[in-house]
């Protein structure tokens, strides 16, 4: 399938680990120019290095996206650079475990700068650029705003709002047919997965706990299966779709939980 995706900029932040990157390594296989926004230099310029040795075009911006100037200068960087915009990923986030005894209303705000407030800063910079290009915006959410997890109130806050940021996006961009759609990812092993295990008292235990409990497989979503939809949504292929919320999770969150 030809997703038509060559030469299409895409933005991706949160692109130089986890599944940020594996949705920029994907980019580079269907010759789109992936642009990582990240705070994390080293690992973001070694994936553009290991792009371009690949003899693929790319682009590393360094960037804190709490900062509303960082969402702003990495846009206009790109246009200065790349000359268009065609999609917005919006990726970075952290499960940062502000709780409603762990955290304070000071913590909690700062839980949706680092975890919201940079989804609509991107997407209030980009949409100029996107209506340019007719192109589109990608979020990724997780499976924590449907099912709770205890602890995190400003991440499932912050979570919940994008899922119904995207229905609002995809409405006031329906004019100029530019579409907004969400990834929903559950159980992924990623750098910040990887973390979030460590605070247990064992990590392997609490993984073969939790990888029995998901339904397909028995294993974690890898990296790529969530960018292989990422890039199908972006894509031309996903024309007719908007506004939707789309679960890759091996059935975690909608399947009978008392399956054996
Ligand atoms: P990750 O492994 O931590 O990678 C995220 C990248 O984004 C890191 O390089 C991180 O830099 C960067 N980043 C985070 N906040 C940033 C900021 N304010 N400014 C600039 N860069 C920033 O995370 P991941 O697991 O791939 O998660 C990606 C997305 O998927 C997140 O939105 C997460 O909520 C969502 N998600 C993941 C899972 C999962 O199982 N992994 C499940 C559900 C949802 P640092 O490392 O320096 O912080």
Known sequence: MDLQLKGKVVLVTGGAKGIGAAIVRGCAAEEAVAIIVDQDVESGRQL????????????FISADLTSVGDCSSTVQQTLRDFGRLDVLVNNAGINDRIGLESGDPEKFVGSLQRNLHHYYNMAHFAVAALK??????????????FTGQGGTSGYVAAKGAILALTREWA????????RVNTVVPAEVMTPLYRQWLATFPDPEEKLREITVKIPLGKRMTTPDEIAAT???VMSA???????????VDGGYVHLDRALP
Not at 171 to 178: D, K
Not at 237 to 247: D, E, M, P, S, Y
């Open 230 to 232: 990422v890039l199908f």
């Open 132 to 145: 340019k290009s007719h192109g589109c915006i990608v979020n990724i959410a997780s499976k924590t705003a």
């Open 237 to 247: 292929k996903a024309h007719h779709v908007t506004g939707q919320h789309l679960f």
């Open 171 to 178: 409405v006031e961009l329906l004019p100029y047919g530019i």
């Open 48 to 59: 553009r290095l290991e792009l371009e040795s690949a003899g693929k075009r790319a682009g």
